[in-house]
């Protein structure tokens, strides 16, 4: 049985320095050395580890496809509040992200909006009113 200890996600990226910048900016915490070729970004409870994608896809014993628009998978960073996810998505579009969906009020009840990073990477930003943040800015899904 695979453990469900889900610890790092590692992003392909065409720019190493421009991706370090883009999330540097968004003020989370890297670790890692840039000349090591592989930075770490600390989440909440995780890791995002920032790679270039010819490297990461030789790693798999892949070649680097041009990406799709839409890759099958978003990545969610979940906030205490609609005015959070206004305030972020500002952020991120002064970083140059491209806004992919400006926030919306969802038919469940949450606030939800969809940014591309540099290399088209989808996250969303979205408060839910269902799923609150603890004190390390985990959720609980119950």
């Known amino acids: 049985m695979v453990a469900p200890n889900f610890v790092i996600l590692t992003l392909g990226v065409s720019d190493l320095d421009?991706?370090?910048?883009?999330?540097?900016?968004?003020?989370?915490?890297?670790?890692?050395?840039?000349?090591?070729?592989?930075?770490?970004?600390?989440?909440?409870?995780?890791?995002?580890?920032?790679?270039p994608a010819h490297e990461l896809a030789?790693?798999?014993?892949?070649?680097?496809?041009?990406?799709?628009?839409?890759r099958g998978s978003t990545y969610a960073v979940n906030l205490p509040s609609e005015a959070d996810v206004d305030a972020a998505v500002e952020e991120v579009a002064a970083l140059g992200a491209r806004i992919v969906k400006a926030p919306v009020r969802m038919e469940w009840g949450g606030y939800s909006a969809y940014f591309a990073d540099p290399d088209g990477h989808l996250w969303e930003l979205c408060y839910n009113p269902t799923f609150p943040l603890d004190a390390d800015g985990r959720i609980e899904i119950g």
């Open 58 to 70: 030789a790693d798999a014993g892949l070649v680097v496809a041009p990406p799709q628009e839409f």
């Open 18 to 51: 421009r991706s370090i910048a883009f999330y540097s900016g968004l003020g989370w915490e890297m670790r890692g050395r840039r000349e090591d070729g592989i930075v770490w970004f600390r989440t909440s409870g995780s890791w995002v580890g920032l790679f």
